[in-house]
């Protein structure tokens, strides 16, 4: 299945067209329902002009698990997303001013200087706002109450607060965007980094840094290894067992070399089972880019099982021979997504894109045409190397187009697009559910808590291929999605010069700048000291009508838009493995680890009562045992290979095998949740019987009321009949301890 088009951590440059791009809608020739037809057809995708629109048929729009119904009741048309409008003109993606508003700064300082109105004319306005006050003492009290509240500054004071400060010394190939955004946000940048602390570090591939011990970072510790393309199939497969129906988005996998002979069985039962079919696999290497060592395959013995499949693991799926085609030509999409926050789980979606175009018409794998990687690879960094790319200025034409552009085309010719981006959001919050237990261990590990560090944020590159249906399915997730604006165009044999990519601009800038807006310091702190402030004298903290026009009222609207926990209600029931992460967390013991020891998987046994005399102690050490050595011996651990304790995904596998033995008739996700259940009921429990005991053995008799509440602060306890029988045994405990010291 298609890893095609797929750009990875680290990725070269991006195509890119030629300056002056336009926005003009795409006509409706071109467009080829046949393309939208059941498998089988030929010429499949994009029809000449004068072709009808009868091919497209909406009623095989609606995969199992991931209808419209189940993202929200109404049809999931948040005044966000609204995809019926986006289809007339390009969601999200709004004209970014190439300077400044009229009135407003100028645009060139990046150091932030120079990125406020004049300091004389500043100091005329606040001086004529000081001689235009209330006349005698009612003028001066007025004056002192507006002094001494709190974030009630006039314009010139308002223009002279201190903007936000971004180190942009490590930003690499993104540079450029984030000096436009900055620019238009007329923050403050620093190139070479600073001494004193930044709010914001932008980070052009890792999270690398441990000398950042505040303010915030745009990488998630562990992010490049929780998406690499094993880990990614893992994580997927353990929420398609739980789920099979939610989870039909992503190709099926098996993981090289470790399961060879598992696929070389499979394909073999399937084809015996039906002999017309013809499958093809396309074989991805787990740490490859810039489709480097991708190949496609027929049959599992034209694997190349040389040395490098030992040195260099690799991922082989189920291609997608029936993919959605325009003018005959196969494309993915790259969609970007911002995780603002794990805990809470935050996710936002730009609703604008990047369309990239294969350079030769799509015609299905065969053995002649099995090596034609212009064809059947999407890959940006694969196709700039065709005769047949072309960098165009429109947004509507060339080999990379806006997502928006193709929507206006479907919509045109009667697609569902509104189903579609309901399909999308789907998949994006179902692949961010699977991915954050993996991140929230790396997380604690880098970050532990009580330590100081940073708060993360991420863009996310997503890759998704449309079938015919329409269908979205995930190919890949790059944790460091290119994110250049231009190209380089040989202008002679061996020289080369960088060309601006307005197709690239529109949408890279639009998300990076407000990614920046959403993650804003100050707008928080100004939301916290409104909050804590006192009564406002009427008028005291309004605006004077010549106060300097702030940035953000120059800027476009946001081109992000939430989804989560906007449709948390719809998806709050797959969070079932986050929970057993939180688990695994709880009993690490060692901050800074990423395994579990032993020991800390006996606790786990023993604080939850799941040891019993069909399921000894030495049962659970030999299941440790077992599972930690398979795992181990795969050594896909990319940070604690060493380390031969049990990893997250083991010990999920761990749970689930425990969570068979103990609820053996239901459904596996039932099973998975009942054993949470019971796991949390007792820690909890646990937990309780421990405060009241230590509050009940520091206090002098009688300190504990029948109330049930402790004297003095402190944390939260039980209450009820529950604390009363807690509280009875802390008596009983303590009556045995003054036995034993009279020797009674």
Not at 65 to 82: D, T, Y
Not at 533 to 561: H, I, M, N, T, Y
Not at 610 to 615: A, K, M, T, V, Y
Request: proline share 8%; hydrophobic share 35%.
């Amino acid at each position: 299945m298609g890893t095609e088009g797929i750009e990875q951590a680290g990725m070269g440059t991006e195509g890119i067209e030629q300056a002056g791009m336009g926005t003009e809608a795409v006509e409706p020739a071109g467009l080829e329902p046949a393309g939208l037809r059941t498998a089988g057809t030929g010429t499949e995708g994009i029809e000449p002009a004068g072709k009808g629109t009868e091919g497209i048929e909406l009623a095989g729009l609606e995969p199992a698990g991931l209808g419209i119904a189940e993202m929200e009741p109404a049809g999931l048309e948040p005044a966000e997303m609204e995809p019926a409008r986006e289809a007339e003109e390009p969601p999200g993606s709004p004209a970014l001013p190439a300077e400044a508003p009229q009135g407003g700064p100028p645009v060139a300082a990046l150091s932030g200087e120079g990125a406020l109105p004049g300091r004389e004319r500043e100091r005329e306005q606040e001086r004529g706002r000081r001689g235009a006050g209330a006349p005698g003492s009612a003028g001066r009290a007025a004056r002192g109450r507006a002094r001494r509240a709190p974030g009630r500054r006039s314009g010139a004071e308002s223009a002279r607060r201190p903007g936000v400060t971004v180190d942009s010394s490590k930003a690499k190939t993104s540079l450029e965007a984030l000096k436009i955004s900055l620019r238009q946000l007329r923050w403050k940048e620093f190139p070479f980094g600073r001494r004193l602390p930044c709010d914001i570090y932008w980070h052009g591939v890792s999270f690398h840094d441990s000398n950042i011990f505040s303010g915030q970072v745009n990488k998630f510790p562990g992010m490049t290894e929780t998406v690499r393309k094993i880990t990614l199939s893992r994580a997927m497969r353990t929420m398609r067992d739980l789920f099979p129906l939610e989870y039909n988005f992503y190709p099926r996998s098996w993981i090289l070399p470790e399961e060879l002979p598992l696929f070389v069985a499979e394909v073999r039962t399937m084809k015996d089972s039906n002999p017309s079919w013809k499958p093809t696999f396309i074989v991805k290497p787990d740490g490859g880019c810039q489709g480097d060592g991708i190949y496609l395959i027929k049959d599992p013995s034209d694997i190349r099982l040389t040395g490098s499949i030992q040195s260099r693991p690799a991922v082989v799926q189920e291609y997608i021979c029936k993919p959605l085609l325009v003018d005959k030509l196969k494309f993915d999409i790259r969609l970007y997504v911002l995780l603002k926050s794990l805990e809470p789980l935050e996710i936002y979606i730009a609703k604008d894109g990047l369309s990239r175009f294969c350079t030769e018409p799509y015609q299905e794998p065969t053995l002649k045409n099995l090596h034609q990687v212009f064809m059947h690879l999407t890959n940006y960094s694969l196709n700039i190397h065709s005769g047949n790319f072309i960098h165009s200025a429109s947004a509507n034409t060339g080999s990379k187009r806006t997502f928006s552009s193709i929507l206006c085309r479907l919509s045109s010719r009667g697609a569902d697009v509104k189903k579609l981006w309901s399909d999308i959001i789907s998949l994006v919050i179902k692949t961010i559910i699977a991915l954050t237990p993996e991140l929230k261990v790396y997380y604690q590990s880098d970050i532990p808590a009580g330590k100081p560090g940073p708060t993360c944020f991420q863009i996310l590159g997503f890759d998704i291929l449309l079938m015919k249906d329409l269908k979205p399915v995930l190919l890949e997730v790059n944790a460091n999605p290119s994110m250049r604006i231009e190209h380089e165009q040989e202008l002679s044999p061996g020289v080369f010069e960088n060309v601006p990519s307005p197709v690239d601009e529109k949408v890279k800038v639009a998300v990076i700048r407000d990614t920046l807006r959403l993650m804003d310091p100050q707008k928080k702190k100004r939301k916290d000291t409104q909050c804590q402030s006192p009564e406002q004298a009427p008028g005291a903290s309004e605006e004077p009508p010549d106060a300097a026009p702030s940035a953000e009222a120059a800027l476009p609207s946001l081109c992000l838009k939430q989804v989560f926990p906007k449709y948390a209600r719809h998806f709050s029931y797959l969070r079932l493995v986050d929970r057993v992460a939180a688990l695994f967390i709880r009993f690490l013991g060692v901050k800074g680890t990423t395994k579990l020891g032993p020991t800390g998987f006996r606790t786990f046994i023993r604080n939850c009562k799941l040891s019993n005399s069909n399921f000894s102690m030495a049962a659970v050490d030999i299941l440790y045992i077992d599972i930690t050595r398979r795992w181990n011996s795969m050594g896909i651990d990319h940070k604690e290979s060493g380390n031969p304790g049990m990893c997250l995904q083991a010990f999920v596998e761990a749970f689930f095998c425990l969570a068979q033995k103990k609820y053996k008739a239901l459904p596996l996700h039932k099973q998975v949740l009942s054993l949470l259940e019971l796991c949390e009921c007792r820690l909890a429990a646990l937990h309780g019987k421990r405060l009241v005991w230590g509050c009940g053995l520091a206090q002098p008799r009688g300190a504990l009321r029948a109330t049930g509440t402790a004297p003095g602060p402190g944390p939260a306890r039980p209450h009820g009949h529950q604390v009363l029988r807690l509280q009875k045994s802390s008596h009983q405990l303590r009556a045995l301890m003054c036995r034993d010291r009279t020797g009674s």
